[in-house]
């Protein structure tokens, strides 16, 4: 059996300083936005190279309280569009939603899977005040593109960076989280940087944006029981923090390795059923999911269970075609509607061994 994620064995390697710092933690005593917090915010900033971060419960939260951030300093208000690409996990549709605003979906190129810069100019009116734009699968967007067009319509961009920690851009060599207005990310166990339970951050240079999180995320209060605003419960867990703060120190040469496997399978698979990812060979992918294309899917998988090969699907079913979402069954969006019929992630992550890598290349060059 080839593991899609051996999340034991990415953890396990860290487990001597895990159980260093929750012994450290049990004695500290300081349960909820303590040192660990703190200081994983700081290293995290210094990281993306923002002024700052802050941490929140999970990256759904994150990418709303940003939303919600904007709507109080009166840059957005209820009932504003704002654009999001149609193929993406449905959270980042979901913020908008919950922040009261509306979401504009579009269609992405075909070749990278990232939003579409001509189908962004289609959908431009005077309603939409903001965009989101979201690294998908670990590729940054054509952040250049999309700078421009949001200084020429003078909207406000959002990065959905929860795929794609630690990804370069080659224009101007900024990390994922420092090229947009607000970056949300997501530490969930499966991504890049994950936590051993749920978890999110915000990255932004904006101090008034962070500010407003900071009282967002913690009741509406910097002060006990002192409070400003109408806040939520949406705090970084401190232990967590501190689980992440030992895994930050390897995510670079983590992603090295996935980029190493993703070369490797470029390489190695040959055969012309299976449509390989696009990618340039530079920093500015990450591999959160090596995903590739091919006809009759079915079959396909089918093929992959029998030489016990793990898979999944990002994702299934596309947001439009959601129960969840009704109000956008009436929509048609072929591209993304075609990408979702034909795709398939295969195993990817940084514990992966050579024989395994070169297992899953031979059995996908046999099918
Ligand atoms: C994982 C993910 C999220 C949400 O993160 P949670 O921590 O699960 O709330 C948002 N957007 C994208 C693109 C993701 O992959």
Redesign the pocket.
Known sequence: MIKFLDLHKINNRFKDDFEASFSKSLEDSYYILGHNVSNFESEFASYCGTKFCIGTA????A?TLILKGYIHLGKLKKGDKVIVPAN??I??ILSVLHADLVPVLVEPDPNTYNISIQSIEENIDDEVKAIIM?H?YGQLCAVESLQDVTQKHNLLLIE?A??AHGAVSEFNNSLAGNLSHAAAF???PS?NLGALG?G?AVTTNDNQLVNVIKLLRNYGSTEKYTNKIIGYNSRLDDMQAAFLNIKLKSLDSDNNKRRAIAKTYINGITNPKIKLPFYNGSQNHVFYAFVVEVEDRLHFTNFLNLHKIEWLIHYPIPPHQQEALGVFSGLSLPITENIHNKIVSLPMSPVMTKNEVQGVIEVLNSY
């Open positions: 999970n990256g759904l939260d990418l993406t996990f959270a980042t979201v998908l959905d929860a795929q997501s530490f969930y991504k749920d999110g």
